[in-house]
C-alpha cells in the first residue's frame, strides 16, 4: 500500500517528538535527583561533623574550666569558627565541582576508631605525666635511635613513643582526628582539588604522585579514591606509621611505600608529575624544611606540581596568632614557633618553584607550586628509582 508522504512525515515526526520529549523529562528528573541527592548531602555531611564537634568541643570547655588558663582572645575565636564553616563549605562545593568523589565526605573509619579508643584511654594518663614532667624524650628503649635525626628523636606532641611503635602509629588517626573536632581528613583533601585540576579525570595510568612523609596513609588513600589510576608512593622516616599506611592502603592496586628521610628522597632527579605533603614542615627546623624543599624540587619534573599543607603561618593568618601560638605552648612542637613566622611559599620559591596559590583551609595552609619548565635538579643527586612496590619498605637511613 501507498503512502501519503505528509502521513508517513507524521508517522516519523511522532517518535522523535516522543523520544525528545521523553529525553528532555528523563534529563530534568535527573537534575531534579541530583539537586535532591546535594542537598541531603549538604545536610547529612553537616550533622556528621555537628555530631563530631560538639561532644569534643563540650569536652574541652569542661576541661579548661577545671584546669584554667588563658582564655582565648574573642576575635580569634569568631575567626576560627569562620573558618571552620568555610572548610566545610569548600569540601562540599569541591564535590560539587567533580574535584573529588561525594564518598570522601563520609569516610572517617568510625568503627576503627572506636576500637581504637580504649586503648588511647589507657594511654592518656601516661601522655598526661610527660606534660607535667615536660618529658620529651620518653622514647622505647628498643630503637637504635641513631638511625634517625636529632630533631626526630621526641615525643612529637608528648605522644607515646614519638613515631617510633607501633602502638604509637595506631593511636596517631584517632588523636590526630579529636584534635581537629573531625577535620583533619577534611583538611588532608584539600590537597586533592589542586591535582585533580591538573589530572584531569585520572585517565592516566603514567602519572606518578609522591606523598612526603605520608604518615599512616590517609592523604594518599583519599587521593587514590580520587584518581584510581595514579601511580602512588608514600614516603615516611617512620618503619611504624608506614605499617598501618600499608593497611590503609591495602585495596590501592598502584602504591609504593618507602621508609627513608624527606631530606635526602631516594628517587631519581624529574621522577614525578605531582609530590604532595600534609603536616610535616611544621615539625622540621628551618634548614630541614629547606633541604626537603630542595629535595621536593628536584624529584619533579619540569612543569610538575608541588601541593603542600601544613599549619597555617602567621603571615597570611594573623587571625588566629591566639591559636597558634596555644598549640606550641601546650604540645610538644619545638620547631612550631619558628615556623609559624617563617613563609612556606617564600621557601618553596627560593626552591626554585614558581608559586601558583596559598589558600588558607581553616587552621591549615595550602601551597601550590609548579617547578619551573626547563628547570633540572642537581645531577649529581641522581639516585636509583625506588622499584620496591607495595611492603617492600626500606629501614631508614643512618
Ligand atoms: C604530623 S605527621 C603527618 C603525617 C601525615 N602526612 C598526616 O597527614 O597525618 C608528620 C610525619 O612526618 C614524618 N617525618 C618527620 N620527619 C621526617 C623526615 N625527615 N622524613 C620523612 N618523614 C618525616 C613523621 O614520621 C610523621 O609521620
Known amino acids: 500500500m501507498q503512502r501519503n508522504p505528509s502521513t508517513r512525515a507524521a508517522a516519523t515526526a511522532m517518535p522523535d517528538a516522543d523520544a525528545s520529549l521523553w529525553t528532555a523529562l528523563h534529563a530534568g528528573v535527573a537534575q531534579v535527583a541530583a539537586e535532591v541527592r546535594r542537598r541531603i548531602d549538604h545536610v547529612?555531611?553537616?550533622?556528621?561533623?555537628?555530631?563530631?564537634r560538639v561532644p569534643l568541643a563540650t569536652t574541652r570547655a569542661v576541661a579548661s574550666a577545671l584546669v584554667g588558663g588563658e582564655s582565648p582572645d574573642p576575635a580569634a575565636v569568631v575567626a576560627l569558627r569562620e573558618r571552620y564553616e568555610a572548610?566545610?563549605?569548600?569540601?562540599?562545593?569541591?564535590?560539587?565541582?567533580?574535584l573529588y568523589p561525594r564518598s570522601l565526605l563520609y569516610?572517617?573509619?568510625?568503627?576503627?576508631?572506636?576500637?581504637?579508643?580504649?586503648?588511647?584511654?589507657?594511654?592518656?594518663?601516661?601522655?598526661?605525666r610527660r606534660v607535667r614532667a615536660r618529658d620529651h624524650d620518653d622514647l622505647p628503649g628498643d630503637v637504635d635511635l641513631g638511625?634517625?635525626?636529632?630533631?626526630?628523636?621526641?615525643?612529637?606532641?608528648?605522644q607515646s613513643d614519638g613515631y617510633l611503635s607501633c602502638r604509637s602509629?595506631?593511636?596517631?588517626?584517632?588523636?590526630?582526628?579529636?584534635?581537629?573536632a573531625g577535620t583533619a581528613d577534611v583538611m588532608r583533601r584539600q590537597v586533592?582539588?589542586?591535582?585533580?585540576?591538573?589530572?584531569?579525570?585520572?585517565?592516566?595510568?603514567?602519572?606518578?604522585?609522591?606523598?612526603?612523609?605520608?604518615?599512616?596513609?590517609?592523604?594518599?588513600?583519599?587521593?587514590?579514591?580520587?584518581?584510581?589510576?595514579?601511580?602512588?608512593?608514600?614516603?615516611?622516616?617512620?618503619?611504624?606509621?608506614?605499617?598501618?599506611?600499608?593497611?590503609?592502603?591495602?585495596?590501592?592496586?598502584?602504591?609504593?611505600?618507602?621508609?627513608?628521610n624527606a631530606e635526602r628522597l631516594p628517587f631519581r632527579s624529574g621522577y614525578f608529575d605531582v609530590v604532595t605533603s600534609v603536616f610535616l614542615f611544621h615539625e622540621l627546623p628551618r634548614p630541614a624544611r629547606?633541604?626537603?624543599?630542595?629535595?621536593?624540587?628536584?624529584?619533579?619534573?619540569?612543569?610538575?606540581?608541588?601541593?603542600?599543607?601544613?599549619?597555617?603561618?602567621?603571615?597570611?593568618s594573623g587571625e588566629l596568632a591566639f591559636f597558634l601560638g596555644r598549640f606550641a605552648a601546650e604540645f610538644h612542637?619545638?620547631?612550631?614557633?619558628?615556623?609559624?613566622?617563617?613563609?612556606?611559599?617564600?621557601?618553596?620559591?627560593?626552591?626554585?618553584?614558581?608559586?601558583?596559590?596559598?589558600?588558607?583551609?581553616?587552621?591549615?595552609?595550602?601551597?601550590?607550586?609548579?617547578?619551573?619548565?626547563?628547570?633540572?635538579?642537581?645531577?649529581?643527586?641522581?639516585?636509583?628509582?625506588?622499584?620496591?612496590?607495595?611492603g617492600h619498605a626500606r629501614p631508614p637511613r643512618s
Open 147 to 158: 638511625r634517625y635525626p636529632p630533631y626526630f628523636r621526641r615525643n612529637f606532641h608528648w
Open 333 to 390: 612542637e619545638p620547631f612550631y614557633r619558628d615556623y609559624v613566622r617563617d613563609d612556606l611559599a617564600a621557601a618553596a620559591a627560593d626552591a626554585g618553584l614558581r608559586v601558583e596559590s596559598v589558600e588558607p583551609h581553616f587552621v591549615s595552609k595550602v601551597v601550590v607550586a609548579r617547578k619551573l619548565a626547563g628547570a633540572r635538579g642537581p645531577t649529581s643527586m641522581h639516585r636509583g628509582v625506588a622499584s620496591r612496590r607495595r
Open 169 to 180: 602509629a595506631e593511636l596517631y588517626d584517632l588523636t590526630v582526628e579529636l584534635l581537629f
Open 87 to 98: 572548610l566545610l563549605a569548600r569540601d562540599l562545593a569541591n564535590v560539587d565541582a567533580g
Open 107 to 128: 569516610q572517617i573509619p568510625f568503627a576503627r576508631y572506636a576500637r581504637t579508643l580504649p586503648t588511647f584511654l589507657v594511654d592518656l594518663p601516661g601522655v598526661l
Open 44 to 52: 547529612a555531611y553537616r550533622a556528621q561533623q555537628t555530631a563530631i
Open 290 to 316: 629547606r633541604a626537603v624543599l630542595a629535595e621536593m624540587h628536584r624529584v619533579l619534573r619540569p612543569g610538575g606540581l608541588l601541593v603542600i599543607e601544613d599549619s597555617a603561618q602567621l603571615g597570611e
Open 192 to 260: 586533592i582539588p589542586p591535582v585533580s585540576r591538573v589530572v584531569g579525570d585520572g585517565a592516566r595510568s603514567d602519572v606518578r604522585l609522591l606523598d612526603v612523609a605520608c604518615g599512616t596513609g590517609r592523604t594518599l588513600a583519599q587521593i587514590a579514591r580520587a584518581h584510581p589510576r595514579l601511580r602512588l608512593y608514600g614516603l615516611d622516616l617512620s618503619p611504624y606509621y608506614l605499617q598501618v599506611a600499608r593497611r590503609v592502603l591495602a585495596d590501592v592496586a598502584d602504591v609504593s611505600l618507602v621508609a627513608d
